[in-house]
T-cell receptor, first 116, second 114 residues
Framework: ETGVTQTPRHLVMGMTNKKSLKCEQH?????MYWYKQSAKKPLELMFVYNFKEQTENNSVPSRFSPECPNSSHLFLHLHTLQPEDSALYLCASSQPPSSGSYNEQFFGPGTRLTVL | AQKITQTQPGMFVQEKEAVTLDCTYD???????LFWYKQPSSGEMIFLIYQGSYDQQNATEGRYSLNFQKARKSANLVISASQLGDSAMYFC???????????FGKGTMLLVSP
């Protein structure tokens, strides 16, 4: 399998549930990202990991908990979410800065999350 | 102030015609990069084209070209010979300095009709 994959593609959960989103990249990148895309809003960066270390947390509520066990895998653990958290959650990866390339981010297909 | 502004919520174009999607940006960093992504209804963001702030020439990638006007801080995407498969959301994004993060605009929905 190539590129960036995300599972599950669709998720419906209640406010009291705990679930996890998974992202895997097969591109040899060392930076990974979580974004939230709500209707009629720009993509919102949530978290950034460089070489497995979290380098950015964009004021995300603690009910979202990221985990990066290695450079190829990124998880987003969800608990006690609110209906307004319903959105498309996109994972991306890239080479780190100063690697001499465009550093364009490659995105997965996203997980469509609905919180009831 | 918004860092990336896309003023066109939606654009319509007929197949085989060219279309320009607008993007203006705001930064005080002399080193930055501008990206365009396409998002079909499937959800995946597909990288299209990149323009660096120090690039002397406008970027081109197949049917995509970037009309980069640095003084006006605009980086419009031009799609030539539109195809039905070009119907999608298009996002302009910027990276500043050595930061790896991207700031995205709100996007433009492009619909290509037969």
């Amino acid at each position: 399998e190539t590129g960036v994959t995300q599972t599950p593609r669709h998720l419906v959960m209640g406010m009291t549930n705990k679930k996890s989103l998974k992202c895997e990249q097969h591109l040899g990148h060392n930076a990974m990202y979580w974004y939230k895309q709500s209707a009629k809003k720009p993509l919102e960066l949530m978290f950034v990991y460089n070489f497995k270390e979290q380098t950015e947390n964009n004021s995300v509520p603690s009910r979202f908990s990221p985990e990066c066990p290695n450079s190829s895998h990124l998880f987003l653990h969800l608990h006690t979410l609110q209906p307004e958290d319903s959105a498309l959650y996109l994972c991306a990866s890239s080479q780190p800065p100063s690697s001499g390339s465009y550093n364009e981010q490659f995105f997965g297909p996203g997980t469509r999350l609905t919180v009831l | 102030a918004q860092k990336i502004t896309q003023t066109q919520p939606g654009m319509f174009v007929q197949e085989k015609e060219a279309v320009t999607l607008d993007c203006t940006y705001d930064t005080s960093d002399p080193s930055y990069g501008l990206f365009w992504y396409k998002q079909p209804s499937s959800g995946e963001m597909i990288f299209l084209i990149y323009q660096g702030s120090y690039d002397q020439q406008n970027a081109t990638e197949g049917r995509y070209s970037l009309n980069f006007q640095k003084a006006r801080k605009s980086a419009n995407l031009v799609i030539s010979a539109s195809q039905l498969g070009d119907s999608a959301m298009y996002f302009c994004a910027m990276r500043e300095g050595e930061d790896s993060t991207l700031t995205f605009g709100k996007g433009t929905m492009l619909l290509v009709s037969p």
